[in-house]
């Protein structure tokens, strides 16, 4: 199968820097996205890794490790407005084509 | 303007009465996926299309039946909806073998009474 696994929920501080993990099956694996998606709106498109290494874009990085078949998406400096969820989504070849696997999400609650 | 468009956004139905959720793209986008997205379990596949009439079954299609006649448009139809069905929908396109970063619709909440 083709599993891509997150926490389920994390809290974090006003300010603060938060991790949020995902690691996933490493067969096929051509890249991985990370989404932001606030509550009955629709995913918005945050970063993507296709080779080993940070990403960093503002306030928030995303790491790479295809070797491990880890990610991690790093949020700096946290503001009330990032309480979101956030898919990590990878890139499997599967039946002769490149298909996305979203994970479940992670639900980010940040507090004063 | 760059956008995903679906309608309706929010249907009320009855088992059995068949629907249709309208998806279009105005990127020229090849590829269009349709998501359902339930709660402890994310965004779950199931149709895609590749471009005009191909398409393939995602991980959940059982169901669901889609077409895909010109590139922009990609509907989702639902011959027979039973209340399982209820759920969040989002229509999503992308490039393709060059991109396949995702551009999603604004969703469509469905229940199915």
């Known amino acids: 199968g083709q599993n891509i696994d997150q926490p389920t929920e994390m809290t974090a501080t006003e300010g603060a820097i938060v991790q949020i993990n995902c690691t996933y099956q490493?067969?096929?694996?051509?890249?991985l996205f990370w989404y932001q998606q606030h509550a009955g709106e629709a995913p918005t498109f945050l970063s993507y890794?296709?080779?080993?290494g940070l990403e960093e874009k503002g306030r928030f990085s995303s790491f790479l490790s295809r070797s491990k078949g880890y990610s991690y998406l790093l949020l700096k400096e946290l503001q009330m407005k990032d309480s979101a969820s956030y898919l990590c989504?990878?890139?499997?070849?599967?039946?002769?084509?490149?298909?996305?696997?979203f994970g479940a999400g992670t639900r980010l609650a940040v507090h004063p | 303007e760059a956008q995903v468009t679906q309608n309706p956004r929010y249907l009320i139905t009855v088992t059995g009465k068949k629907l249709t959720v309208t998806c279009s793209q105005n990127m020229n986008h090849e590829y269009m996926s349709w998501y359902r997205q339930d709660p402890g379990l994310g965004l779950r596949q199931i149709y895609y299309s590749m471009n005009v009439e191909v398409t393939d079954k995602g991980d959940v299609p059982e169901g669901y039946k889609v077409s895909r006649k010109e590139k922009r448009n990609f509907p989702l139809i639902l011959e027979s909806p039973s209340p399982n069905q209820t759920s969040l929908y989002f229509c999503a396109s992308s490039l393709g073998d060059s991109s396949y970063e995702q551009y999603f619709g604004p969703g469509t909440r469905l229940t199915v009474t």
């Open positions: 490493t067969s096929g694996f051509n890249g």
């Open positions: 890794n296709v080779l080993d």
């Open positions: 989504a990878a890139i499997m070849f599967s039946g002769g084509y490149n298909k996305l696997i």
